[in-house]
């Protein structure tokens, strides 16, 4: 049902740029990535960090989402085997 919504309000809207709309998306994964750096109300290490910014990287680059997942988790995986934090 969001998704019949959305579809029908998007095409209502007609150029999102010009609404602000288009840093909405980046505005948003950023929110749901941000809590996931901290463990508590702490720092939770450099091996999160590091699977984001290889997960970043790679979408940047348009890799398919599969393989992004699975880099980015095993970057951290990786990281943590080898005692990083």
């Known amino acids: 049902m969001a998704v019949v919504l959305g579809a ?32 508590g109300h702490g720092f939770a290490g450099w091996a999160r960090p590091a699977g984001v910014l290889v997960a970043g990287i790679l979408t940047l680059r348009k890799a398919p989402f599969p393989l992004i997942v699975v880099l980015a988790a095993a970057t951290t995986a990786v990281l943590r085997l080898l005692g990083v934090p």
């Open 8 to 39: 029908l309000a998007g095409r209502g809207i007609g150029d999102t740029a010009a609404l602000g709309l288009d840093a909405a998306f980046p505005a948003v994964l950023l929110a749901l990535v941000l809590p996931s750096l901290t463990e």
